[in-house]
């Protein structure tokens, strides 16, 4: 048996998986599902029960079936929903996050992907230190003495101060989770440091006028504790002997591949030297026998380890954007109860709460104002600075800060739910994702590492056969040179540094990327299709009026059963016919087997009555006729920028509603910043051509299409990238999926809804037309970066390396000591963190 079915709720490819998923999960079900068409093709060997694939898509999500049929004329049917108890439709699973990577650690250098790690070992492909995911602070209970006799020190477990006696006393302490590779890197540094330094003055004394050491300690007595104190150092900085053990093993050569075989050479050949020295030719031999290198071993080990301390403190600034974010909720709220305000911890917080917001708190969770008003600070949100001023009704999102008024608010999003939660999930995977130009860098770095070890070897060779005496000692330190100062490392974090802190300043700037590859593209944008309401308007009609066109129903009746329909939408237009009806008094009542038809409006069943709302293709599709006389009519107020809802019970049109919303009066100057960029900016809108034209006249915007359906959206964007066009699809989020998906970069102008996240690569906080400008200033900034550390790197190697080889020594007489090699390959990793952090200071 087979069976088509329109499926309602899809607003993204991520949503067509679930229900094809969900659907393919039950037993003797096979299902395809098309997010364009938003349609289900059904095959059973059993009879298809409508019922139970409904009720298995609530589960999931707000996903709604009607069954399509086709009569024996050819014509086609939507059948209207299965009825659904209200038990049943209140089912909804609640979706796992991410947030179960929150304080691990990954690569930066991507080397696994997304893999994660519970501590820093360090990447088993790459060997270097690996990235810390920032964690929100936990609440942790302690004890501490009344008498402080041991000033601030605490107790994991209750019991009695072992000072004076007294029993200790229950407190509740804020704890952030840090990363400790900083730390655990300077102590290692302290301690090589101090057995660096003797080392140091050890083997060079011989340089001070008059020799004083070699007074006092003899030659061969030297050279043991040279040995005695490099032995410390070699197991202090153990970690990068493991870290190139590990890449020539798997064979990902790396930084830690040379340094490891250089520093090894050095320290098995001083060692050798030291107890058999019988075992070398005269010409290795000095005045005071052969010389070893047991300073170079540890002074490399020490200045790489520097390099290390340095990398692992400006890593934890690339984060900071997402460690502000984290410090955004606060850890308790004022919960309103009958027995009066209670503080309980943000995580016992559920939807539905009644929770008390004071002046200067942070909000706590998503939720909206049910009693009082106050302006809100959502700078840290939305990157705008003006406070938001916000009444009974309206939304407030978690992390922003009250001004000075109190008021209640019910709980709507707790938990991974929240904006905020949602954010800082974003913002931590897009930090880890790769941009396409890194595939250059992972190119040039796979073969990096074994042309080093060649260079060495010629190197070693060409000094061998012409160089001056002793030929083998000069053979020795210049390729040693050669592998200490070649640097990986700068080309693998070339591109994720700087993508890490640029999606971290748009963060801060109320722009969202979902990925480094959105990043990249939007640098090439050249052209914008951009929906009209929500994001070229103010997202926010306002019903001017209803209009009757039946004796059987007045304008309030219409208003009533309109309203009432439009409480289960999520659409700008939904919220108009709902403030009217509150304004003027109307009482709403539930509706049944509500659908959204995307693009073309909503249909539900009012007070016993089958009602749709919507444009002139829901009319068509409802088999509802637009007389002369109405068309005539509508257009009159069409031509005045208007937007007009049919109203129709069953297949007649019983009125008309006529909406107006305001443009926003920041879009006229995005669109103009956009085409002085040279990017050509249509508008793409479901709306009537009278309607588009008037606004696209007052915006400048010379191409237009109107009455667009989300198919003929993704068809005009398929038919612009088949010119070769790169472009950039901006809308809600919702009716746009489609299109949105298709686009090369998908801006969702995001109101704080999921789907707004959800369904493009890019999100606007703010919902406004002007982020885009500044996505495109950002995505200039980064690439600018990436390209001027990529530059540095190659040209870093491309001028060391030969320098360290010896290629000066012929006319300037000039070596590369191993030592100075060391200082050079850390500052070239630490030059390009820093570079990458200038973008910090980026203006958008």
């Not at 070596?815 to 850390?826: F, G, K, R, T």
């Amino acid at each position: 048996m087979k069976k088509r079915y329109k499926v309602s709720g899809m607003s993204c490819n991520g949503c067509r998986t679930k229900v094809e998923n969900t659907l393919n999960e039950l037993k003797d079900i096979n299902a395809q599902v098309t997010l364009e068409t938003e349609e289900a093709a059904i095959e059973s060997k059993s009879e298809i029960d409508t019922l139970r694939l409904q009720k298995a898509l609530l589960k999931k999500g707000n996903y709604i079936l009607q069954e399509i049929v086709t009569h024996t004329d050819g014509t086609q049917e939507v059948l209207p929903p299965v009825e659904i108890s209200e038990e049943d439709q209140y089912v909804q699973e609640i979706p796992q996050g991410m947030a179960d990577k929150a304080g691990k650690y990954f690569c930066p250098m991507l080397c696994e992907g997304d893999k994660v790690y519970d501590t820093n070992v360090g990447c088993p492909v790459c060997g270097m230190n690996l990235e810390h995911i920032p964690a929100a602070k936990v609440e942790k209970t302690v004890y501490y003495c009344p008498m402080l006799c041991e000033g601030d020190k605490t107790y994991d477990e209750p019991g009695d101060c072992p000072t004076c006696g007294m029993n200790l006393v229950e407190k509740t302490i804020s704890v952030e989770p840090e990363d400790t590779t900083y730390k655990d890197m300077l102590k290692k540094l302290r301690i090589s440091l101090a057995f660096t330094i003797p080392v140091f003055l050890l083997a060079m004394g011989g340089m001070i006028p008059g020799d004083p050491i070699g007074q006092i300690i003899p030659h061969h007595i030297n050279n043991y504790l040279q040995l005695l104190f490099t032995i410390p150092v070699v197991y202090v900085c153990w970690m990068f002997f493991q870290r190139a053990w590990t890449s020539f093993k798997t064979w990902n050569l790396n930084m830690f591949s040379l340094i490891g075989l250089g520093a090894a050479a050095g320290l098995v050949f001083s060692v050798v030297a030291l107890f058999f020295p019988n075992l070398f030719p005269e010409d290795f031999k000095g005045e005071h026998g052969i010389h070893l290198y047991f300073e170079s071993v540890a002074v490399i080990l020490t200045l790489v380890l520097v390099g290390q301390v340095m990398e692992a403190k400006a890593h934890s600034r690339t984060n900071t954007a997402i460690k502000e974010l984290l410090k955004l909720p606060p850890t308790d709220a004022t919960l309103v109860t009958d027995k009066g305000d209670e503080k309980i911890a943000i995580d016992k917080i559920v939807k539905g709460n009644k929770l008390r917001v004071k002046p200067g708190e942070k909000i706590p969770v998503d939720g909206v104002i049910v009693e009082g008003e106050s302006s809100i600070d959502e700078s840290m949100i939305s990157g705008e600075p003006i406070p938001v001023h916000k009444i009974k009704g309206a939304p407030v999102v978690a992390g922003t800060i009250n001004g000075n008024s109190s008021f209640v608010m019910s709980a709507e999003k707790v938990g991974s739910e929240t904006l905020l939660a949602q954010i800082i999930e974003m913002v931590n995977n897009a930090s880890r994702s790769r941009a396409p130009i890194q595939k250059l860098a992972d190119k040039v770095a796979k073969y990096f590492v074994p042309t080093v070890v060649l260079i060495a070897v010629v190197t070693f060779f060409l000094w061998k056969i012409y160089g001056p005496e002793p030929k083998l000692a000069f053979a020795f330190v210049n390729a040693l040179a050669v592998l200490i100062i070649a640097c990986p490392c700068a080309l693998g974090l070339a591109t994720p540094m700087s993508i890490m802190v640029g999606i971290g300043k748009g963060a801060q700037n109320g722009i969202l990327i979902k990925n480094a590859e959105a990043l990249e593209t939007a640098n090439t944008i050249d052209v914008v299709i951009t929906d009209k309401t929500g994001t070229l308007t103010e997202g926010k009609p306002s019903v001017e009026k209803i209009v009757s066109l039946t004796e059987a129903y007045t304008a309030e009746e219409l208003l009533y059963l309109t309203a009432s329909l439009n409480q289960n939408s999520e659409h700008a237009l939904a919220t108009s016919f709902v403030n009217k009806a509150k304004d003027e008094g109307v009482q709403l009542i539930p509706v049944k087997m509500f659908t959204n038809n995307t693009g073309k409006g909503i249909q539900g069943i009012v007070d016993k009555k089958r009602i749709s709302l919507g444009n002139k293709a829901l009319m068509e599709s409802v088999r509802a006729e637009l007389s002369d006389v109405l068309i005539q009519q509508v257009a009159v107020e069409q031509n005045l920028g208007k937007t007009i809802s049919y109203i129709a019970e069953n297949n007649t049109i019983i009125g008309y509603a006529v909406l107006y919303d305001k443009i926003k009066e920041s879009s006229k100057q995005a669109v103009k910043d956009l085409q002085q960029k040279g990017i050509e900016v249509i508008m793409i809108t479901g709306d009537n051509p009278n309607t588009a034209k008037a606004v696209a006249d007052e915006l400048g915007i010379v191409h237009f299409l109107a009455e667009a359906m989300p198919q003929d959206k993704l068809n005009e964007i398929k038919k612009l990238q088949e010119q070769g066009r790169i472009v950039a699809m901006a809308g809600d989020g919702i009716n746009d999926a489609p299109a949105l998906a298709q686009a090369n970069v998908g801006i969702s102008m995001g109101t704080g809804t999921d789907v707004a996240i959800e369904s493009a690569e890019v999100t606007l906080l703010k919902g406004d037309l002007a982020g885009i400008p500044k996505a495109i200033n950002l995505s200039h900034g980064v690439m600018r970066n990436i390209k001027q550390n990529l530059f540095f790197a190659f040209v870093y190697n491309s001028v060391g390396i030969p320098i360290a080889a010896g290629i000066l020594y012929p006319v300037f007489g000039l070596l590369l000591s191993p030592m100075i090699a060391a200082v050079a390959m850390s500052f070239s990793s630490v030059s390009v963190i820093s570079n990458s952090l200038r973008l910090k200071n980026l203006k958008l």
